[in-house]
């Protein structure tokens, strides 16, 4: 028991370097956010899911006993994806900016306010620590699907970033960082959990890790579809040749004799189209067609 605990207080430190690094994977891209003072086709979704799930680990880690390296880590993460979601709310336009308010207000507020009361009211001592760690489960999912998806309102499932990404055949707006980091935090909190015999910890890490490989190889198999749909439009078209004249560059100019010799055919192209009407009107032959120098 005393080497499992050894072990299990190792993954815990892990897992909180690990997911000190997930927690602040997304600054990239808060950073392109702030340079281009716009949050474009970025979402605000993960970081109020992960914002709403530090809470009720937290929650839950007081619920329970040698959970001390859960309340670090997550109260980190409350800190860290409260500035992310401020952040993103004084960037983003109007609609996204009431959507996110939106959803703070179902999850952050109604819904962690509503497992409290649930849990303290309805049920006592390890039923109550069973329930909120079932609940926890079910979001820390939420939290690993987040970054796959594209933002509507309630439908979390629906909403996958692979949809996105297959439809798009971009890649621009999936953050390969955070997958592979999540991916990594997966794998120590699994163990974490795992050696002090708590399902609610383990058990959504191993869907977490699977998620984790799914979102990189979405990503590396599209990066190489987009960059060679890239190549390709950068060549040059061979097929249809277009001579275009650069009006600003002058023609050159003719000789005399070659002006005089321009005018002679034109006399001669005249004469011989005069002499070709006359003969089939004699004749009664259909008029020759117009011949154009």
């Known amino acids: 028991m005393a080497i499992s605990g050894h072990w299990a207080f190792a993954f815990g430190v892990l897992g909180n370097i690990v997911s000190f690094i997930v927690f602040l994977s997304p600054l990239p891209t808060f950073y392109k956010i702030y340079k281009k003072k716009s949050t474009e086709g970025y979402q605000s979704i993960p970081y109020v899911i992960a ?6 680990w937290i929650y839950y880690a007081f619920l329970k006993t040698n959970t001390t390296l859960l309340i670090t880590i997550n109260s980190f993460g409350v800190f860290i994806e ?3 979601v401020g ?5 983003a336009p109007k609609k996204a900016r009431i959507q996110t308010v939106k959803m703070l207000f179902l999850t952050v507020v109604g819904g962690f306010g509503a497992i409290i009361l ?3 009211f309805l049920f006592k001592g390890v039923a109550r620590g069973q ?3 079932w609940v926890c489960l079910v979001f820390s999912l939420c939290v690993f699907v987040a970054p796959l998806c594209i933002v509507t309102a309630l439908l979390l499932v629906d909403h996958f970033m692979q949809r996105k990404v297959i439809k798009t055949k971009s890649v621009e707006y999936m953050p390969l960082l955070l997958s592979v980091f999540l991916t990594l935090s997966a794998v120590m909190w699994f163990f974490y959990g795992l050696l002090l015999k708590d399902i609610n910890i383990a058990a959504p890490n191993i869907l977490g890790f699977i998620f984790g490989i799914l979102q990189i190889v979405l990503y590396v198999i599209y990066n190489k579809k987009e960059k060679h749909i890239l190549k390709e439009q950068n060549l040059p078209e061979l097929q249809n040749h277009v001579i275009i004249l ?3 560059k002058k023609l050159p100019e003719l000789t005399e004799e070659q002006k005089i010799d321009i ?3 034109s006399k001669l192209v005249s004469s011989l189209h005069e002499n070709a009407s006359a003969a089939a009107k004699e004749e009664n032959l259909p008029k020759l067609q117009s011949v154009q120098a």
């Open 82 to 84: 409260t500035i992310y």
């Open 87 to 91: 952040f993103y709310l004084f960037y």
């Open 118 to 120: 649930i849990a303290q």
């Open 51 to 56: 914002l709403f799930s530090s809470m009720l």
């Open 131 to 133: 329930v909120v760690g």
């Open 246 to 248: 650069d009006d600003n």
């Open 263 to 265: 005018m002679k055919l």
